[in-house]
Structures are given as C-alpha cells and as structure tokens.
C-alpha cells in the first residue's frame, strides 16, 4: 500500500470518527427479506450458482507437500482431489473414476506415484489422464483419451489454494482486482500453515459470517477483548468489484503509537516508522514481551496500526497483520446448520515446532470466536419464527448489504423470486475506488 493510499485511508479514518450521519448521498437500504436465510429454494440457488461460479480457498501447499501429495476436499459436497503435480502446479479433479464412478481416493490426505481406482484398478496420472485400465482387450473400441479425470479450475495465490467449478470462470486475479496487488504485502507465497481446525455451528451459514463483516457488534459481545483495543467509530469499510470487501480499524491508540526500529512505506531508507501491534495486547500477548515469531517485513504502516481485514466473495474473510494471521470460512451443511473453518498462516518460523507463543495467540482469537458465536443458534431460532420478516441495516452495516446484492447478479437477478431480491442500491459510485473519493470529497470540503 503506497503513502498515497495511505494518506486517504488515515483521512477516511477520521471522517469516520467525526461524520454525525452516513455520507451524503450514500443509499438507505431496504430490509434485506427474511426468508434469504430460511427458504430452501434460495439454498438451492446458492448451491448451484453461488458456490458453483466462484473462487473458493481449498488448502494451502503445506497439506501437499511433496510431489504426488493429494488432498481430498468436500466442503461444498462436491468431491474434489487436489493433487500436488510439480513444486510450482497442482492440479484439481472430481474424485470419481471415469468407469462407474468409484472414488479414487479414500483418504483425506495421502501421497500416490499415480491415481489408482480402487474398484476396478483404472489408473491415472497427475494430469488426469487415464494411462491403464485392467483387462483392456474386454473394451472394444475405446479412447482412453476421452476418458481423463473430470478437471475443476484452479489458481494458487500464493501458498493458498483456490479452485472454481466453473471452467469459463474468469481468473482468480481478475476476480480480486485490486486486491490482488494488496494482498501483495504480505507476501503471501512465503507464509506457512500454523494451524486449522473447524466448529460446527447450528445456524445459516450466512448468519455466522456476518458477524465479521461488521464492527457495530464489537461493544456489545466483545466488551473486555476486542472492544478494548479497537476503535470501531473510526471503521472504514470498502466495497470492491465481484462482492469483495475490506474494512480497516484503527487501534484506540492510532495514530500515536510508540515504535520500533523498522523502515518506512514511503521511504525504505528512514527508521522508527512501524508503531508496536495494538492487536497483541488483546489477543494475550504483552507487545513489551520479545515475540521470537518472525514478522512479514513488507506489511505496511495500515497493517500494523489498525484491523485490516477483508471478504472475499463467497465465505473468506481474514484479518491480516505483520506477523501472520487467521483466514476464516464458513461452509452450508445444512439450509441451518454450517461449518467454520480456521486456517492460521504465518512467516516461517524455521526448523522445528511453531513457537510456543502461537498457542496463546491462537487461544486467545478462539475467545473472541467463541464471544461471536455465542448468537448463531438464537439467531437460528428468531429466522425460523413466525414473527421473521427482514432485516434493517445501518450504515455501519454496509458490507453486509453490498454481499447480498452482489451475490443476486452472481446467482442471476432473473432466478430469484421477488420477494428474496435484495434490491441493487449500491451503484458504481459505491464501488471502489469511487466509494473512497465520495466520502473524502465531503471530508475536505469541510
């Protein structure tokens, strides 16, 4: 992020702390319907539309580490092999054999020198291709060439791997736009896996998400952690292209911070710019305290002075910083019930363990996690009421409303009913990078 931004975002910081209402000109959005969260016809759309025509996070290098490591994925209930190719290309299949459909693989995780069915012995290599089948005399002619592996889009960005069921999909970094030069920062092809683990959740999967695509809640269900550090009246929340999202929010320290020797954004040459993490403090770590955890040098100033978290369309957001940082999904099981994924990545460490100061940092995230998810089932039992019937939201909200009405023009505004429509009031002059230059016009004009 270069000093221009920067200087735009420290300015929309502040507008943010003193505006007495939303922006001018800035949309009032109608309810959002009740039934998006109830109705099973909208849950099949989002089956076969939503999580079919977009990028979604399916593992990191790491869980395939040498060539032939493979990985089977399902969180969307489609059954997925991704397997490690070469160092640099992995590849991604449906895991049922071109005969009659058995799996290839068994095993959440394993490593093959190919990919053999198990049923009736066919066999594949890396790239799908079917280069045996038992008793070949018995098929009379038959082209193994038409027979490969059904192949699933897939882009690594960095270390992290991303596939998409829709073969014309467009490209992960077109996808992004600009985030993809963001995410630039925190160099994200050098960053290990820590840890991941899973909660089940008794509620919409949407429910569960939109609690992080919002601060309005923080002074209520995070008084004594979250709260304490984090100045939620100075928010700033973007709206990308593609349904994509970033909010950043400053500590309640910004900008006057002590510091430590490190260089600056703007000129590599200066000293004693990075201000000491705010975040530490509250997530269990004294930042007096010598952290032997190596930092991501080129994050910036933001990164390192506020929550810089962003949504990538459909189920990801993560909030980033210099040190490593987690990346949280949630995935449908049921129309009521989903599973939220934790993935924890970070610079590496070395040889060895991860350090012991990743276990408190960790514990003490999983508190705030535990704080946000303390609402799920009652929100489940208040969707599922006769009473339901929308859902009013503020400003502070937004990210919420620009998700759901990007999500319509990805599942397609003429398949859904009406009454689930969430009505397009966020224009082009709400998407980045128009949304910024609004607000910082009504700033500097006052």
Not at 372 to 387: E, H, N, R, T
């Amino acid at each position: 992020m270069d000093q221009i931004q920067i200087d735009k975002i420290k300015d929309l910081i502040e507008y943010e702390r003193q505006r007495k209402a939303p922006p001018k000109n800035f949309p009032k959005f109608p309810d959002l319907p009740g039934k998006r969260y109830t109705d099973k016809d909208f849950f099949e759309l989002e089956k076969e539309n939503l999580w079919k025509k977009t990028w979604l996070l399916a593992g990191h290098l790491d869980e395939i580490p040498k060539v032939g490591s493979y990985k089977l994925w399902e969180k969307t209930g489609q059954p997925v092999i991704l397997v490690r190719k070469s160092a640099k290309e992995v590849n991604a299949f449906y895991n049922m054999c071109r005969h009659r459909g058995a799996a290839i693989v068994r095993e959440e995780y394993g490593q093959a020198k190919s990919l053999v069915c198990g049923y009736h012995g066919w066999n594949y290599n890396y790239d799908g291709d079917l280069i045996g089948k038992r008793d070949p005399q018995d098929f009379v002619d038959f082209d193994d060439s038409c027979r490969s592996l059904h192949k699933i889009k897939i882009e690594l960005l960095g270390n992290l791997i991303f596939v998409n069921f829709d073969l014309d999909a467009i490209s992960l970094k077109e996808s992004l736009g600009p985030i993809y030069d963001e995410f630039k920062e925190f160099q994200l092809g050098s960053l290990r896996l820590v840890d991941q683990y899973s909660y089940d959740v008794k509620c919409n999967w949407k429910i569960a998400m939109e609690a992080n695509l919002e601060v309005y809640h923080v002074q209520s269900i995070h008084p004594k952690t979250v709260h304490v550090g984090l100045d939620y009246k100075g928010n700033v929340n973007t709206f990308y292209p593609n349904g994509h999202g970033r909010m950043i929010a400053p500590s309640r320290s910004y900008p006057e911070l002590p510091v430590y020797g490190s260089t600056s954004d703007s000129d590599p040459n200066a000293t004693s710019y990075h201000p000491v993490p705010q975040s530490s403090k509250r997530l269990g770590i004294d930042p007096t305290d010598s952290d032997p955890r190596p930092e991501i040098e080129t994050a910036g100033y933001i990164a390192r002075t506020c929550t810089q978290s962003y949504n990538l369309m459909p189920n990801l957001v993560t909030p980033m910083s210099e040190r490593g940082f987690p990346i949280l999904m949630w995935w449908p099981k049921t129309i009521n019930e989903c599973s939220f994924d934790v993935m924890w990545i970070a610079p590496d460490w070395g040889e060895g363990e991860r350090p012991p100061i990743w276990d408190s940092q960790i514990k003490a995230f999983n508190d705030v996690l535990d704080e946000d998810l303390q609402f799920g089932g009652w929100i489940q039992k208040a969707v599922d009421s006769y009473a339901f019937d929308g859902v009013p939201l503020s400003y502070q909200e937004a990210r919420i409303y620009h998700w759901h009405q990007e999500a319509d023009k990805i599942i397609g505004l003429n398949k859904i009913p009406q009454d689930l429509q969430t009505n397009q009031v966020m224009g082009d002059d709400w998407t980045y990078p128009n949304d910024m230059e609004n607000r910082l016009k009504e700033y500097n004009s006052k």
